[in-house]
């Protein structure tokens, strides 16, 4: 059987270069998003392209380090842009002297999708960099999951003998950091971190960006399969492969057992949320007549302590009206003397 073209591209980069995995430091995402931040303005589709910098072993490259380059592009025309070399150049003769173990190994741009002069741009770059790799970091807000994507520039063979072309084949990448990276983060997310937030509201949080990111990319399977079927994109088998043993792994909601199974662990689950709110509400309106009691008991201390404050004035006026008596009475005596 012959293979697609999608799928002769895969295997013969796997064969004879074997597609390393890019690992990304955060370092890298600050600076991209600093990049962004400072040149492009609120609302608007422009992306900011840089250079990457790292080790590329073979096997894996690890990505520590970034930089900027001056980049502007035509929106109407895609193959018009315009891409500083010198800047380049004198870029990396700096950075050379502060780490000599860091070298160019890829290029970034915020994307946040391939663009049309990607392929230019990366045969560009090959000047300085024998395989360089492309990672689109997507910096919008409501990004979900891993921000980054990245590629690998390949010649795609076509079954029926034509001219190759070329074309971009995706690898998986992770984001990992170094120990003093991870303190830094700790710290920028501690301060970052709203405190009024309980650990309740995280979780949910948590979990409701987690079903996002999974409703995104059951939306890209989607729009995949469509255009699969319309004949717009070749069918590649691995994928095919992949989303078959996904979907035997979800469960056959047919089976009455395996219902009933379901339906019993939400219950028993259900029933201990609702013991959980019962308890809460006998703890608050416990709380609540203690409350009230220790307001009552407060109130009753205030109210003897006054009565005794206006028994001490009465005693007290009784005794100047007495001392008043004796000496108007001795002051009369000493008269009839």
């Given amino acids: 059987m012959v293979a697609t073209t999608t799928e002769q591209v895969c295997t013969r980069f796997t064969i004879t270069h074997p597609a390393p995995r890019p690992v990304v430091h955060p370092l890298v995402l600050l600076s991209v998003a600093d990049h962004h931040a400072r040149s492009v303005p609120r609302g608007s ?26 980049f502007e592009e035509d929106e109407k025309d895609s193959k018009t842009w315009f891409l500083d070399h010198n800047y380049i150049d004198g870029m990396w003769e700096m950075f050379k002297k502060v780490n000599a173990r860091e070298r160019m190994i890829g290029w970034y741009h915020t994307g946040p999708k391939l663009r049309a002069s990607d392929q230019e741009i990366n045969d560009l770059l090959k ?3 024998a395989r360089p790799v492309m990672v689109i970091v997507d910096v919008r807000p409501q990004t979900v999951g891993i921000p980054t994507d990245a590629y690998f520039a390949v010649e795609e063979i076509k079954d029926d ?8 084949l995706h690898v998986p990448s992770a984001i ?11 710290h920028l997310l501690r301060d970052i971190k709203d405190s009024t937030t309980t650990t309740l509201a995280t ?33 590649n088998h691995q994928i095919s492969y992949h ?85 108007s009475k001795t002051s009369a005596d000493d008269k009839g003397l």
């Fill in 176 to 186: 990992e950091a170094e120990e003093a990276e991870e303190i830094g983060v700790e």
């Fill in 203 to 235: 979780r949910v949080a948590e979990q409701l960006a987690s079903l996002r990111g999974l409703q995104s990319r059951l939306g890209d399977i989607q729009s995949y399969l469509v255009d699969v079927a319309s004949g717009k994109m070749p069918l």
């Fill in 45 to 70: 589709s422009k992306r900011v392209v840089g250079i990457l910098l790292g080790q590329d072993n073979g096997t894996s490259i690890n990505v520590a380090n970034s930089f900027g380059i001056p």
């Fill in 127 to 129: 000047r300085y960099i």
């Fill in 243 to 327: 989303l078959q043993d996904a979907l035997n792994l979800l469960p056959d909601l047919n089976d009455q057992e395996l219902t009933q199974s379901f339906a019993t662990t939400t219950n028993d689950e259900m029933l201990v949320v609702y013991l959980s709110s019962l308890l809460r509400a006998v703890i608050a309106l416990h709380a609540l007549v203690d409350n009230k009691a220790s307001i009552g008991r407060a109130e009753l201390e205030e109210s003897k302590g006054d009565k005794e404050k206006e028994k001490g004035k009465g005693a007290k006026s009784e005794e100047k009206g007495d001392k008043e008596k004796d000496s």
């Fill in 161 to 168: 003998g034509t001219e190759t072309r070329k074309t971009f």
